[in-house]
């Protein structure tokens, strides 16, 4: 499926092949909520890195996020000495859109974020929601027999989710 994605101000389109299109997986991790979620979370969307074509790309930024600082605030690292995540977010540095995730240990995969995705996306037949031990404690997590909840990463890959329900694509 083809995604088409922009920024707010539009000062960044961008345009992506995806076999997982599919909006499942809700991130409530400090880093996806402070960077990208409204709800406390944002949605990750899989792709195909080597279909990844961007008009406006000037006008993208990249923020390599600070890993774990500790829990408890006598403990905390000091962001200036805590370890930066190879994981490159991109956003617009125009109006600060969070646009996708690039992470070159998985060379060919790059995560969109849906919110920043134009193209009419499917609904997902249930959703993960992941990372809950690092959720906010004002975020509402849904219930139901459709929400799975996991206190860190899921028990599947991305693939593995859209081949259960019958919903990876080859790209053509």
Known sequence: MLLEGSCHCGAVRFRVESKEPSPYMYCYCSICRKTAGGGGFAINLGAD????EV???ENV?????RMDRGGEESDVTPIEDAPRSPAGRRFCKVC?????LYDPRWLDLIHPHASAIDTPLPEPPERNHI???SAAPWCEV??????????????E???????????????E
């Open 49 to 52: 890195a080597d279909t990844l």
């Open 55 to 57: 008009e406006g790309e």
């Open 61 to 65: 930024s990249v923020y390599h996020a």
């Open 96 to 100: 600060g859109s969070a646009l996708w």
């Open 131 to 133: 990372m809950l031990d």
């Open 142 to 155: 849904p219930e139901g027999d459709d929400e799975r909840h996991f206190p860190e990463f899921p028990d």
């Open 157 to 171: 890959s991305l693939t593995e989710w859209h081949e259960r329900h019958g919903l990876r694509s080859e790209r």
